[in-house]
């Protein structure tokens, strides 16, 4: 799989494969059927698979802050299999609907909050090449998808037709849409260093050991990570920003009124989301698919572009591989964030719903302004003090490290390479 | 695979059946074996009029599926007939509808399913910027506000006959507006220029001709997207195929940040191309959008100040003021 093409690799993979089947609308049509399945397959097994591991984890977690033990029977020694028993059961629970409910909005809403936290895996590059959706304007695109998510839960809130359902949701939609703003300001940052929205452009700059991630770029860049963490830990509600299911309050917030099935996959959006936030953290500032290690990458770079073609130019065993790993350290890394919002979840407690306000509009949204002014002027102020536009390391490029070292060897006929210093053409 | 084993499985149904009809002692099991035959041929024959059904079925609805692709042009015109559909679908919604929130609901999905046009047609971020402002943000507005005033009038509305006439005839209006300003456009050259650059596979960028473009943006919204399309295929910012070296339509689908954002600074790559490097460059986009965001501004103070609680203001206090 080749740079952005990776969306429509699978699509040509097939269209040579399925010849027999006819003339070649059919043959084109079947293939971007069949290549779309496959796509949405393999994602919705990581959005599924991702909130059973993360609400296990939260479990475990919060039992160890609290001096428990959290689950440890379910599936052998750790309690494994605790949030599926817990699936089972919550699919076998009765659809309740208050007689007082808008009966059509509230079936709905919980679908719409999932259908939105799904979306915004399409545009999640987990590997170099890994997408389900290569969109030019990715990191604008997934933004855009991540708003959608408040739209099912004020719904929900709304259709219950229950006071306590009501007030969740008015402080969710005014949560939502006040964080908003710092949030695309804190992202604004690394995108205007990498001058481009693709994510995958984004995540490819910053390869080349540590000293390349975005945080370290300069000092605004390295506050403005944590910036967008606090941001992001309040836009897919968490805790100490979980006003809107506040349940000394509100009962349950904007959930009271849901049971079963319909309550289960609001949590599955919303462990979803948070992969997705950290994701895109991960993306835009700690470096994406890439250890950051000199021997790892090295090795993968040696790998990259190994074996022969399978069907498509550029579809060899080696690139495989190598992504595979990169796929892995990206959701291992995303996951460590995860970590960090469960931890911060059982050990600071809830905000007051002014003082949430309070912090986006009086401080986050000011702090934010000034990094993103402060990260436009910093390469100025370098060049002019140390004749250099970055600190460490050499300057970026968009190009990985494999094809600096094909090009130096004079070899550079890899479609990958190919299709990297495209990228570079481009800019 | 499945019918061999089914009929395998009737076939062996048969055998047994006729085992113990033969060597039965009773004649409830003789009974039983010849059910059982009987039975076991029924289910080979149905086994056999299933298989032949679903195959004839399945060559069916691959025609099918050929004809309506076909028809349609391509996988994308049919999903471009399915969205547009449900836009229509959606707009409908909305109007027939009495419930403010269902009417928000339906405006979703009319209002998402001309983001999926645009995405359609390539322009990924007029899409994405569909979605964020008026998905995410006007219908949630929308939706917070009904919730804030929730109470008997503004929850259900309902429209008297004048007001619909009313409406009908605006919206009739709008739609003349429409159908006139597409009849205007010579489809034919923008469906040549398209053709000419899905196939020119010329490295040189191809100058668009100015009056061209201008008149397709003088058109609707559909002949402004074509026009954008008409852009990103042949200019040299385009990128090229890795695998051929080539512009690949495929590979620059819904590229159009970057022409976006040079049409801002003022380097239009619909214009300004194909010209000598001493012609003035044509004005871009940034000054319209920044006296937009200005008239935003305004409002927003502007509403602001209106719906801001007016404080009492007491004679003797005026007075200190």
């Keep these: ?427 | 695979m499945m019918v061999g084993l089914l009929a395998l499985a009737f076939l062996l149904l048969m055998l047994f059946g006729a085992i113990s009809m033969l060597r039965g002692n009773s004649g409830a099991s003789r009974l039983f074996g010849a059910l059982a035959i009987v039975g076991g041929a029924i289910g080979l024959l149905f086994v056999r009029a299933v298989a032949m059904a679903v195959s004839i079925a399945i060559s069916m609805a691959f025609e099918l599926v050929e004809q309506l692709v076909v028809s349609a042009g391509g996988i994308e015109g049919l999903l471009f007939c399915v969205f547009a559909a449900l836009t229509c679908f959606g707009a409908v919604a909305v109007v027939v509808t009495q419930n403010v929130v269902r009417m928000a609901f339906w405006l979703v999905v009319s209002l998402g399913s001309v983001a999926a046009l645009f995405f359609l047609l390539h322009a990924d971020f007029i899409g994405a910027a569909q979605l964020l402002i008026y998905v995410g943000g006007t219908v949630v507005l929308l939706v917070f506000g009904v919730m804030l005033t929730a109470s008997g009038p503004t929850v259900q509305i309902r429209t008297s006959p004048a007001e619909s006439f009313l409406g009908a005839g605006v919206g009739l209006l709008l739609l003349l507006v429409l159908l006139f300003s597409m009849s205007a456009i010579s489809w034919d050259e923008v469906e040549q220029r398209l053709s000419a650059n899905s196939r020119s596979n010329s490295d040189e960028p191809q100058v668009v001709s100015k009056n061209a473009v201008g008149e397709a943006d003088a058109g609707s919204g559909e002949g402004a997207v074509a026009a954008l399309k008409v852009s990103t295929g042949g200019d040299e910012l385009a990128t090229k195929s890795p695998t051929s070296g080539k512009p690949n339509a495929d590979d620059q689908a819904g590229r159009t940040v970057r022409q976006l954002g040079l049409s801002f600074l003022g380097l239009r790559p619909d214009r300004d191309l194909g010209k000598d490097a001493g012609a003035p460059l044509s004005p871009g986009f940034l000054l319209p959008f920044e006296i937009i965001s200005i008239h935003l501004l305004v409002v927003l103070v502007g509403a602001a100040y209106l719906a801001r609680a007016k404080r009492k203001v007491t004679p003797a206090s005026s007075g200190e003021i």
Aim: net charge neutral; proline share 4%; with cysteine.
């Design chain 1, 1 to 427: 799989m080749n740079g952005p093409l990776a969306a429509l690799t699978i699509q040509q993979f097939l269209n040579d494969q399925l010849k027999f089947l006819g003339t070649s609308e059919l043959v084109a049509v079947v293939a971007f059927l069949l290549a779309t399945l496959v796509h949405a397959v393999l994602l919705i097994s990581l959005f599924g698979f991702l909130p059973l591991a993360y609400i296990w984890l939260e479990r475990k977690v919060a039992g160890r802050i609290q001096d428990r033990l959290g689950p440890t029977r379910v599936g052998g020694k750790f309690g494994w299999l605790q949030t599926l028993a817990d699936g089972i059961k919550l699919i076998q629970k009765e659809d309740l609907v208050p007689a007082a409910a808008d009966s059509m909005m509230f079936r709905m809403a919980p679908y719409l909050a999932t259908v939105a936290s799904f979306a915004a895996f399409m545009v999640l590059p987990v590997s170099d090449g890994w997408v389900g959706v290569a969109a030019e304007c990715g990191a604008f695109l997934i933004l855009a998808l991540m708003s959608l998510e408040v739209l099912g839960i004020i719904l929900a809130g709304y259709s219950s037709g229950s006071k306590w359902a009501l007030f969740g949701a008015m402080r969710e939609a005014a949560q939502m849409v006040s964080y908003e703003i710092p949030m695309a300001i804190c992202a604004l940052i690394p995108l205007m260093i990498a001058g481009s929205l693709n994510l995958q452009v984004v995540g490819r700059m910053q390869t080349g050991g540590i000293w390349n991630w975005f945080i370290f770029h300069d000092p605004f860049t390295f506050v403005a990570f944590f910036c967008y963490f606090t941001v992001a830990t309040a836009s897919v509600k968490r805790a100490p920003f979980d006003l809107a299911e506040a349940e000394s309050e509100l009962v349950a917030g904007f959930h009271t009124e849901y049971s079963g099935f319909r309550w289960s996959i609001f949590f599955l959006a919303e462990y979803a989301s948070m992969f997705a936030v950290s994701g895109i953290a991960v993306l835009l500032f700690l470096g994406g698919w890439e250890t950051g290690l000199w021997f790892p990458e090295a090795a993968l770079d040696g790998l990259r572009g190994w074996g022969e073609d399978f069907g498509v130019n550029g579809f060899v065993l080696g690139n495989y591989i190598a992504n595979l790993f990169g796929a892995i350290v990206f959701v291992t890394k995303a996951s460590l964030l995860v970590l960090v919002q469960i931890w911060v979840r059982w050990t600071l407690p809830r905000l007051r719903i002014d003082q949430v306000m309070t912090t986006c509009l009086k401080y986050l949204v000011p702090i934010s302004c000034c990094l993103f002014l402060g990260a436009v002027l910093w390469p100025l102020l370098l060049v002019s003090m140390l004749q250099r536009p970055v600190m460490f390391g050499p300057p970026l490029n968009s190009l990985p490290a494999a094809v600096t070292a094909a090009e130096k060897s004079g070899t550079a006929s890899s479609p990958a390479i190919a299709s990297s210093r495209q990228v570079e053409v481009e800019r």
